[in-house]
């Protein structure tokens, strides 16, 4: 009586996804079995691209209703060489994402030990940002159309859509990250610049929100500058809040500048709590190495480390972070990060890492 029991779904969908959740759930499994403080039960989705060949949709009616019924959604990608990318994009995650008003997409990076960073200067120290991500309109709303396709007057409309509810919440939240952090400091990403009406409307919520948070140090810069700070200047960088767009582009950069796009993970936070967050490694499909049995599954470790510690368990997401660094620190690492060893190799050693320090 009084011990925790969480019911995860798991959808590992397409390409890699499986081979990575799979060693997520392997090094789960193993962290709460060792801890022996919670219960985590896996629920598995078989909603992805051979779904939708069979059924010709992504999700079932029911889909929502019985993601609801859980308390966390691990998630690893979607996207297949054969269905164009927005069918499954919108099909899938996107369909998850925005009615479970996921709206606060939060990426941390930061140089995990015995990694290096591509930058020459970048020392561990240097670079440690989260990367507050609008997760429900902006220029994904999907609003806009296209008419007289094929012909020579053919034209299309993709419509950014920014509400003052939208914004709003997203600034508060990642002024509240930026709080909760030591060095208590915010840049707030846009192009109000070149786009006078969306991102203007923008810096005014950022602005008025800003107000509510005295303490947080604050300050504004145009996108493209804020690429060329990232990788000149990474150590006046701490939080970070972007636009759905613009905060999609960064944070790959920002995994890159990290070592690989394959250790990056991500939080879809409803903040609320009405409903259940999902997380996922910020990488995609990865068609290229399907099958091989070398994908990272260090970014679904991180966002594993999310999750528990989203559902209260932050001891335990600091261990498992924990014993990820003590073995990539020891070299054991994939071939995206110049080392040599299989997925199951790196899942199997942190496993006994995470043994060896419970
Ligand atoms: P991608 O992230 O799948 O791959 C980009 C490059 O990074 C590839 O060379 C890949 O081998 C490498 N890479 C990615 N993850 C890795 C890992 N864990 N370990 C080692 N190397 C890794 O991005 P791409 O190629 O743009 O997209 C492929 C498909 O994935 C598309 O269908 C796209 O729509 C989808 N996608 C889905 C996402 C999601 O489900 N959240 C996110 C990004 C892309
Ligand atoms: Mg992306």
């Known amino acids: ?32 079995q060792a801890l022996d403080e919670f219960d985590l039960n896996f629920e598995h989705f078989d909603w992805g691209s ?16 019985r993601l609801k019924g859980c308390n966390a959604i691990l998630f ?55 990367i507050v991500r609008e997760n429900s309109e902006g220029e994904y709303a999907g609003h806009g159309g296209t008419s007289h396709l094929n012909e020579a007057w053919s034209v299309a409309t993709e419509v950014s859509i920014f509400t003052r509810h939208g914004v709003e919440r997203i600034m508060r939240f990642a002024f509240e990250m930026a709080r909760s952090r030591p060095r208590k400091k915010l840049t707030i990403v846009t192009k109000s610049n070149a786009q006078r009406n969306g991102m203007v409307f923008w810096d005014l919520c950022a602005v008025k929100i800003a107000a509510e948070y ?27 809040v972007a636009t759905n767009l613009h905060a999609d582009i960064l944070s790959d950069l920002a995994a890159a500048l990290a070592g690989s796009i394959g250790i990056a993970p991500t939080s879809n936070l409803d903040p609320t709590g009405a409903n259940p967050s999902m997380f996922e490694p910020i990488h995609g499909s990865a068609f290229d190495i399907t ?55 790196v899942t199997e050693r942190v496993c006994q890492e995470i043994e060896r320090l419970v």
């Open 1 to 32: 009586p009084g011990r925790p029991s969480y019911k995860i779904a798991s959808i590992p969908a397409d390409g890699i996804g499986p081979e990575v959740v799979s060693a997520g759930i392997q090094v789960l499994t193993t962290l709460a």
């Open 50 to 65: 051979a779904y939708y060949r069979e059924h010709g949709r992504y999700l079932p009616d029911d889909a929502l209703e």
């Open 76 to 130: 690893g990608a979607v996207g297949a060489p054969d269905i164009p990318d927005h069918i499954s994009l919108w099909g899938l995650r996107l369909a998850i994402c925005q009615p479970l008003q996921q709206y606060a997409n939060v990426r941390p990076t930061r140089i995990l030990r015995g990694i290096s960073s591509p930058l020459s200067n970048c020392s561990r120290k240097d670079l440690d940002w989260v």
């Open 214 to 240: 005295p303490d947080v140090h604050w300050d504004k810069m145009l996108v493209d500058a804020m690429t060329t700070r990232m990788v000149l200047h990474p150590e006046t960088i701490d939080t970070v």
């Open 291 to 345: 099958g091989k049995g070398i994908a990272n599954p260090v970014g679904t470790f991180w966002s594993s480390a999310e999750m528990l510690a989203w559902l209260g368990h932050r001891e335990a997401a600091n261990l498992l972070m924990e014993s990820v660094e003590n073995v990539t620190e020891t070299g054991i690492k994939t071939l995206d990060l110049g080392g040599n060893n299989k997925t199951v190799e």
